[in-house]
């Protein structure tokens, strides 16, 4: 499949990696439906991306109905889903221990509903539909895409949260990818090191600064549109499937 056939659903979709993998889309002739919890963030990447080739539709991914009505206002809008991309997410940082108290399991989870649990409820949902496309000459049906982080594999103090949610993002990948080759549905997920995104552009500069200068080579953030280029590839290289790809300059996150 090459971008000009795409068809995606991006959660996420209207800021940061997943405003990324739109325009990319987009600028290659593909369709999106962007999906985000915050409204005026999604009307306002629909309005940057000035295409009909787009549309937003508002949705928490830890709503299992709300994303099941998001993909099939999306399968309306362009005519079906081959692409599904989990972009949506959270930080939910903070110590077990922290300073006032233990961490209320409500933060935990927040972590959890958000970035596992929402990357879950897409992926199902998008299958759903794709279960039904018509399947090209390898007999592919969809592909999937999910976002980790390297916090999966070296989490930092104040990341059991996102790191755990991160990591069940890792976990299901393959038994995902494994079950839906029946269907033609390919199933990876990205495992991003430290990107430029809002996410992160509200670090100190001097934060920012020492993260950049962390990353071995090329030692500085990645740029969304390097986030973009990998989804691109993953997109169009049928071969691809079932694992975790790190895309990372070669960090490897200090404990703090
Ligand atoms: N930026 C990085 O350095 C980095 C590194 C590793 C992993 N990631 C992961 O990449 C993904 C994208 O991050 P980003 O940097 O683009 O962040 P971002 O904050 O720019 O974008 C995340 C988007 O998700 C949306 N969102 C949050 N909760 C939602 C919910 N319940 N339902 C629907 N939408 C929701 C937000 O409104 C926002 O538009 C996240 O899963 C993040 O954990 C980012």
Redesign the pocket.
């Known amino acids: 499949m090459n971008l000009s056939q795409t068809k995606a659903i991006i959660?996420?979709g209207?800021?940061?990696?997943?405003?990324a993998c739109a325009e990319h889309i987009i600028n290659n002739g593909g369709q999106v439906t962007l999906?985000?919890?915050?409204q005026q963030?999604g009307e306002q990447a629909l309005e940057s991306l000035n295409t009909k080739l787009a549309t937003f539709f508002k949705?928490?991914?830890?709503s299992e109905t709300q994303i099941q009505q998001a993909c099939e206002a999306s399968r309306k809008f362009s005519d079906g889903i081959n692409v599904a991309i989990?972009?949506?997410?959270?930080?939910a940082g903070g110590r077990v221990l922290g300073r006032e108290e233990p961490m209320p399991l409500a933060h935990f989870n927040s972590a959890i509903q958000?970035?596992l649990v929402?990357s879950f409820n897409l992926s199902k949902a998008a299958a759903n539909l794709m279960q039904h496309n018509d399947a090209d000459e390898d007999g592919q049906r969809g592909v999937i895409i999910n976002?980790?982080?390297?916090?999966a594999f070296e989490g930092q103090i104040g990341q059991a949260a996102?790191s755990a949610s991160?990591g069940g993002i890792v976990g299901m990948t393959l038994p995902m990818a494994r079950e839906l080759t029946r269907f033609g549905i390919r199933v990876m997920t990205i495992?991003?090191?430290?990107?430029l995104?809002?996410?992160?552009a509200g670090l100190s500069d001097d934060i920012k600064a020492a993260l950049g200068a962390s990353v071995p080579f090329p030692s500085r953030?990645?740029e969304?549109s390097e986030f973009a280029r990998m989804a691109e590839h993953i997109i169009e290289n049928t071969y691809l499937n079932g694992s975790t790809i790190r895309l990372d300059g070669a960090v490897r996150l200090e404990p703090k």
């Open positions: 959660s996420g209207a800021s940061g990696l997943g405003y999906i985000d919890i915050n963030a949705a928490d991914v830890s989990n972009c949506a997410g959270v930080l958000v970035n929402g976002t980790a982080s390297v916090a996102y991160k495992a991003p090191g430290v990107f995104t809002p996410m992160v953030l990645g969304p």
